[in-house]
């Protein structure tokens, strides 16, 4: 296995695990180690495939982030308020994929732009297991679509990404 497919492979096996990036760094500065027999350029191709297998994560995980929030304003785009529709997101890889519920709780008309102020349940697990967790968010008009407004720090489901 080449140490390029060490920093594609790896991390996919370890998606969830939030050492995954230095777990690549260090294997392929190992085998860059042992197979140079320099120390030093096993220790510098670990830091460097520790820095781009974290920074793919962190770009992969902002853009499945994205793409759940848009199929939810999507799925609110043509609600008035009091408004009800059902969202899912089906992603490519198919790890994640949610649904759930939203509401229309309010509509904001300003000169700036048109926005929506949504009230939208996540729900994971199936049958006696399902988890449904609610959240707010604002939502708003931008050129062709309705595309997400909230400030990330204040929705603590994604983690590590804000």
């Given at each position: ?136 968010a604002t939502i708003c008009h931008q050129q062709a679509r309705w595309k997400w407004a909230s400030a990330e720090p204040a929705v603590p489901r994604w983690g590590y990404l804000q």
């Open positions: 296995m080449t140490v390029r497919r060490a920093v594609v492979i790896v991390p996919l096996l370890l998606a969830g695990c939030s050492a995954a990036p230095q777990i690549a760094g260090l294997i392929s500065g190992g085998a860059v180690g042992v197979s140079t027999g320099s120390p030093a350029l096993g220790f510098a191709a670990g830091i460097v495939v520790d820095a781009a297998a974290n920074a793919g994560m962190k770009y992969y995980g902002r853009s499945r982030q994205n793409a759940e929030q848009d199929a939810i304003a999507d799925a609110a785009a043509d609600l008035p308020a009091g408004g009800r529709a059902s969202w899912r997101i089906d992603h490519t890889i198919p790890i994640g994929n949610e649904h759930g519920e939203l509401e229309v709780t309010r509509v904001i008309a300003n000169p700036l732009a048109d926005c929506k102020e949504i009230a939208f349940s996540v729900e994971t697990g199936s049958g006696k297991d399902v988890r449904r967790g609610w959240y707010l």
